[in-house]
């Protein structure tokens, strides 16, 4: 398959790059990934926002704090289940299922008691949350493609 010329220079520049070097343009987006990663806060921070916006007790301030300590325990779980699976004890598919079950868990309880919220009110933004973090990382994709690419 084969893409044909998009009439816009610097992507049909970006596409020649990939096309003559994939594997440095792949490098090039791994090196650069954690240097944005930073975007992911205010990226995310909207979406957060959102699910408290008739709630005056909490400020971007609040959603912030709660963004970035998501995003921490969250890189630190990658850290943990990527050594895991590296290692010989790692080779079963538990680190997998840590991540699967660790990262939801922690969503949850992390709204739960950061925000005091019932049940009920944890569940819908929880999962408005996941759904929306489908976007955050389009968001955050496309903007490494755009920023880290070239």
Sequence with gaps: MTIGSSGVDWIDDALGKWRTN???MLY???ANAYKFSWLLIPISIPFVWILFAWKRRFRAYDHAIFVTYSLAFMSL???TVSL?????VGGQGWPFLLLVLGAPLHIYKHLRYTYGLSRFSTIWRFFFLMFSMIFILL???NA???LGGF
């Design 22 to 24: 994939p594997g440095l």
């Design 28 to 30: 090039k987006l791994q």
């Design 77 to 79: 779980l990658f850290i």
């Design 84 to 88: 895991l699976a590296t290692s010989p």
């Design 139 to 141: 968001m955050f994709g």
């Design 144 to 146: 490494l493609l755009i």
